[in-house]
């Protein structure tokens, strides 16, 4: 059974940083390739960040710059450093993984930048 389990989410202010954690079972991790999404109020899910099982990395270009992903394969873990936050990062940040071409999501993990 695939479980993903975000933490690390919290209020911070503009200008802060939050490491986000994703600890997944189930799979063989260092196989597979990692994703945080994030989802504001009354808005879609979108792509932040996606680290593959060779280590390289990529996000959209609205992303570059604030969000750093990577991963501890030896501890089944995937992170999300995420630096300068605005108030527009505001969202639920949630872990994700394909496996056998399903999608596995997490619980996601509440992400909250105001002063």
């Known amino acids: 059974q695939v479980q993903l389990v975000e933490s690390g989410g919290g209020l911070v202010q503009p200008g802060g940083s939050l490491r986000l954690s994703c600890a997944a079972s189930?799979?063989?991790?260092?196989?597979?390739?990692m994703r945080w999404h994030r989802q504001a109020p009354g808005k879609q899910r979108e792509l932040v960040a996606i680290?593959?099982?060779?280590?390289?990395?990529t996000s959209p270009d609205s992303m570059k710059g604030k969000f750093t992903i990577s991963r501890d394969n030896a501890k089944n873990t995937v992170y999300l450093q995420m630096d300068n936050l605005e108030p527009e990062d505001t969202a639920v940040y949630y872990c994700?993984?394909?496996?056998?071409?399903?999608?596995?999501w997490g619980q996601g993990t509440q992400v909250t930048v105001s002063s």
């Open positions: 994700n993984t394909i496996m056998d071409a399903q999608n596995y």
């Open positions: 189930g799979i063989n991790f260092r196989n597979h390739d």
């Open positions: 680290i593959f099982s060779g280590g390289a990395t």
